[in-house]
């Protein structure tokens, strides 16, 4: 979708793509990187329906996130198995604490979550620079917890109250 601004006009001119053409006022919640709504969709690109409806938008964000959840587990118990087949050579990784998450290699299911939990967030949310965590074998586990901006971003949602 392209938009063309016109804030004298406080209106937005939407090109022909997924569905909507035409001039329009109050434009959803949109983030600078073009993400949509409160799950502020971005890739794959949202269609209308989930830009404009908050509940299509929730829905699709849901389906990402589960989709991501699945991809991130299966990533997981590669670098579990990658790690196991080299013959487990260093100790399993010491947990990552944050105010509200904890993450670990043996979570309890309760207090802890699983290293997906946090390659989840980090790939839902499309943090480049590398996975939150994984195994290379010869030289350990490898962490990737900073974005290219510098902020180490699930470190910053796990550190927000709300």
Not at 2 to 23: E, I, K, M, S, W
Not at 53 to 77: E, R
Not at 102 to 111: A, L
Request: net charge negative.
């Amino acid at each position: 979708m392209q938009l063309v601004d016109t804030p004298a006009l406080h209106t937005v001119t939407v090109t022909p793509q997924n569905g909507f053409t035409g001039t329009v006022s109050n434009i959803p919640n949109e983030s600078p990187d073009g993400g949509y709504g409160f799950m502020q969709l971005t890739n794959p690109e949202p269609t209308a329906e989930q830009i404009w409806n908050w509940k299509a938008n929730v829905d699709a964000g849901v389906g990402l996130f589960t989709q991501n959840q699945t991809n991130s587990n299966t990533f997981w118990q590669s670098q579990v198995d990658a790690y196991n087949n080299d013959g487990a050579p260093t100790d399993p990784l010491a947990n990552d604490v944050y105010t509200y998450c904890e993450f670990s290699f043996t979570p309890n299911g309760t207090s802890t979550h699983s290293f997906a939990d946090a390659i989840n967030l980090k790939r839902y949310n499309g943090v480049a620079n590398g996975e939150y965590i994984r195994w290379v074998s010869g030289t350990g586990w490898v962490r990737s917890v900073t974005a290219l901006n510098g902020t180490n971003y699930v470190r910053s949602v796990c550190e927000h109250p709300d």
